[in-house]
């Protein structure tokens, strides 16, 4: 399978650019996860644009076409808020995470399917989210629920990379630096990438793996 052909076969982004709609489902179950993710997606593309700090609940409720008193039906504050984008997005991940340790490709291989699914990540208004706003905002206690999952990540792409030296698809590296600089170049993708913009996450990955990956042949 091509880079290209891999590419094809990932799903969409998760997140695809609609106008949110507080919309009318048939259940009430159904029409409270409809507001609910509308809520976070509207949050987090207000987060991305104008920053965490100087957005304020008014903001969020003014987007959404509702007062605000209507959002704590949904949420408890703006840090329930941060917090919940931060989840679904690390949940995006983590399907990637069980695929790759699923998976019997050589560690190579392994490393093009999990970056495919990162770079999707920092291109949808969640990922953005996570980068931009990065945890510090969070209280205490919300950091301690998300950096387990964060640092899981770079010791996923860690052992990725450590089985493709191992196995003869990835040459002799520094693991650990290896690491950080594959990830920190995918994140400041998400300080430029725009939804409404020509150039799509699978074209952005493919020429940074050709940049990386082939760096990375053995």
Not at 49 to 68: C, P, Q, S, W, Y
Not at 88 to 105: G, N
Request: charged letters at 25%.
């Amino acid at each position: 399978m091509t880079r290209s052909d891999a590419v094809e076969k990932r799903a969409s982004p998760t997140v695809k650019r609609t106008k949110p709609k507080w919309g009318n489902p048939q259940t009430i179950e159904d029409q409270h996860r409809s507001k609910r993710e509308a809520l976070f997606l509207t949050a987090a593309r207000a987060f991305n644009e104008a920053g965490f700090h100087n957005t304020t609940l008014d903001d969020i409720a003014a987007r959404l076409h509702v007062a605000k008193p209507t959002l704590y039906y949904y949420v408890k504050n703006k840090d329930d808020i941060l917090l919940e984008c931060h989840r679904l997005a690390f949940a995006h991940m983590q399907d990637a995470i069980e695929e790759t340790k699923r998976s019997s490709q050589t560690g190579m291989e392994k490393a093009h399917t999990f970056l495919l699914a990162y770079m999707e990540l920092v291109c949808n208004p969640f990922g953005q989210c996570i980068i931009r706003t990065g945890l510090q905002p969070l209280t205490p206690q919300s950091r301690a629920k998300l950096l387990p999952i964060a640092r899981r990540i770079n010791a996923s792409l860690q052992e990725i990379i450590r089985q493709g030296v191992d196995d003869g698809s990835i040459r002799e590296c520094d693991i650990k630096l290896t690491t950080n600089a594959i990830l920190g170049c995918f994140n400041s993708v998400a300080f430029w990438y725009n939804e409404g913009g020509t150039l799509k996450p699978a074209d952005i990955t493919l020429k940074y793996m050709d940049l990386f990956l082939d760096g990375l042949s053995p």
